[in-house]
């Protein structure tokens, strides 16, 4: 049984009342998320000036309409009083139909342009977050559940790219149309664009206050969704356990306890959001009434034509309706924001310690090891190994046994350094594993865990995997010896068959199959963590014969339970509460007549 002890995840929230972080906390993490997510476009910098300008001509042609309407308006009034000017009537509209044919086509490449640039913004975090897991430590995946880490990857990452892909293009037609028509409004007549511009900035006002208090629930929107994410992962994972010992209702309470806190936190971040919408429709329609009032007034007193007017009211559109789709894109950044600031804190996390100054090498292994002294904690309070001390000579079986939480499986970490020693050394061939790179010492290596892992692909992918040139007789006489020729061949395609939902194997089955891969490997050291735990006692005598002579030059540790099944090993270290209580032969351990002859002993009973 693994040694590794997963902790239970804080929810940000659970020290403010009613869920979330204080909100200085939020607008402070949340500035952040900006300045990265600025960072990350920073690359595409030579696109967005693009996108930019095509969006500043886009709206520089769709606001030089305005004025020709007021053209048309003003000599089909002046036609009124005689004949209207069919000619200039027909040549202003043809420039009206190419300058708006003109504003769509570049509007159109700088939304393609902006789409480009989310695409890729996002494969780049993609990217970044693949790399980011290899780095990762262990502890990190000790510590935080599987669901909220895979949130952060899928769900946080299509959030960003949806948002961003929505939002952006939106942003910078609607700034450049929004500016340009308050110029033009100004230029054509300063009164009536200051009643109108005035109107729209109370409004604004109004919506920069919706938008702050909304942020806050959108961060935590996407925290509380991460936290029912695993949940789910974690349920339906041990679906069977669940089910056996009648844990549904408890389950589901717990379900709808997180559902409701999602309920509560996308409720308010949409309502309050949502408020935007209407309200600029309305300060559209405040800012129409204004104009309508001045324009009035001023056509009165003779100050300006009625085509102008006619061209404000097209103007007013043109300044309000950015207004509504910025209040839009606010929301889709706020969202954007909050799943951000969640993948920038992936990428943020401590990585394993840089290897640039790792200097030796280890290649052709003989398979000695030492620990000197090896002292390690998954945590600083609790120490596990205290001072261990152990040599194996090369080609040697090393059984490690001891009752559950002694520190068996955590030995076997150290010694792959998927840990780092907290204290002494391990050294291979003489050489220290801190000297060498971790993926030279897993080279070294072969391992079979107590949990299997196959993946989606052929019996022969996950027989080789990352192994190469093994030939089908090499195939052969590993699957011989494991004793999985007859499972092989009663597959449809052999070691072509596909593993998927219509292959069903055994825990013992796949066990095999992962002992198999091992033996392929072919490292001069071994690795065999209950490796036989889950198959039959006839097949595990099968398999341990196999074993032995697999595992013939080979140095060897085996953590087992069942004692019956490491007689034969070189030497036999018994582990309890983190040290070495015994050490010695099965005869030599046994005629000592201590704790490991106490634990065979009653293994033999229970069976008897």
């Known amino acids: 049984m693994s040694d590794i002890r997963a902790k239970k995840v804080s929810n940000p929230g659970d020290n403010i009342p009613g869920g979330g972080m204080a909100p200085s906390e939020k607008s402070k993490d949340l500035r952040k998320a900006y300045s990265r997510i600025f960072g990350y476009l920073g690359k595409f910098k030579g696109m967005i000036i693009a996108a930019m300008l095509l969006s500043l001509a886009g709206a520089v042609l769709n606001l030089i309409g305005p004025s020709q309407l007021s053209r048309i308006t003003d000599i089909i009034t002046a036609g009124f009083n005689g004949t209207i000017d069919l000619k200039s009537i027909t040549s202003i509209a043809a420039l009206l139909a190419l300058l708006y044919s003109l504003g769509f086509i570049f509007n159109y490449v700088q939304g393609w342009i902006m789409a480009t640039v989310s695409q890729r913004m996002t494969q780049d975090m993609r990217s970044g977050i693949g790399e980011k897991i290899d780095r990762l430590p262990l502890k990190y995946f000790d510590s935080h559940s599987t669901g909220d880490v895979l949130s952060r990857v899928t769900n946080d990452v299509d959030t960003v790219n949806q948002s961003m892909n929505q939002s952006f293009s939106t942003l910078v037609s609607s700034l450049c149309l929004l500016v340009g028509s308050a110029v033009m409004m100004l230029m054509t007549n300063w009164i009536m664009a200051s009643a109108g511009i005035l109107a729209v900035i109370a409004g604004m006002l109004i919506m920069s206050f919706i938008i702050k208090r909304s942020q806050g629930y959108f961060l935590q929107q996407q925290i509380e969704l991460g936290s029912v994410d695993g949940h789910i992962d974690e349920i339906y994972g041990g679906h069977d356990v669940v089910k056996a010992y009648n844990g549904e209702t408890s389950a589901r309470r717990e379900f709808h306890k997180m559902n409701d806190s999602l309920y509560i936190c996308a409720w308010k971040s949409q309502f309050l959001s949502g408020l935007m919408q209407p309200l600029m429709i309305f300060i559209g329609n405040l800012a129409y009434v204004v104009v309508c009032i001045v324009g009035a007034i001023l056509t009165v007193k003779g100050n300006i034509t009625f085509g102008t007017i006619v061209a404000f009211m097209v103007y007013i559109r043109l300044f309000t309706q ?26 943020d996390e401590d990585e394993m310690a840089s290897e640039h100054e790792t200097t030796e090498v280890l290649k052709n292994a003989k398979g000695d090891v030492a620990f000197s002294h090896v002292a390690f904690g998954y945590t600083d309070e609790r120490e596990i190994i205290h001072d261990f001390s152990a040599t194996a000579q090369a080609g040697q079986k090393i059984a490690i046994v001891g009752p559950t939480g002694a520190g068996k499986t955590t030995l076997v970490n150290l010694l792959m350094r998927f840990y780092e020693l907290k204290g002494g050394s391990i050294d291979i061939d003489g050489i220290s594993i801190k000297n060498v790179t971790r993926e030279n010492v897993h080279d070294q290596f072969s391992m079979v865990l ?20 093994i ?57 065999l963590d209950e490796a036989t735990s889950n198959v039959d006692t006839r097949t595990e005598l099968k398999v341990q014969k196999a074993m032995d002579k697999l595992m013939y030059g080979r140095t060897s540790f085996v953590i087992a339970h069942r004692l019956s099944t490491i007689k034969n090993a070189d030497l036999i270290l018994v582990l309890k509460d983190g040290d070495v209580l015994e050490s010695g032969s099965h005869q030599e351990l046994l005629a000592q007549d201590g704790f490991y002859a106490d634990l065979y ?7 008897v």
């Open 322 to 347: 950015p207004l509504q789709n910025l209040s839009q894109a606010a929301t889709s950044i706020q969202t954007m924001a909050a799943a951000c600031e969640r993948v920038f804190d992936f990428l």
């Open 601 to 607: 002993n009653s293994q033999f009973e229970q069976a």
């Open 450 to 469: 107590q949990d299997t892992w196959l993946f989606e692909g052929s019996i022969r992918e996950n027989l080789i995997y990352n192994a190469e040139n």
């Open 471 to 527: 030939s089908d007789k090499k195939l052969d006489e590993v699957c011989e010896a494991t004793g999985i020729t007859d499972m092989i061949k009663q597959l449809p395609k052999g070691y072509d068959t596909v593993l998927d939902d219509k292959v069903n194997f055994s825990e013992g089955q796949k066990q095999l199959l992962t002992i198999a891969r091992a033996m392929l490997k072919d490292a001069p050291l071994l690795i």
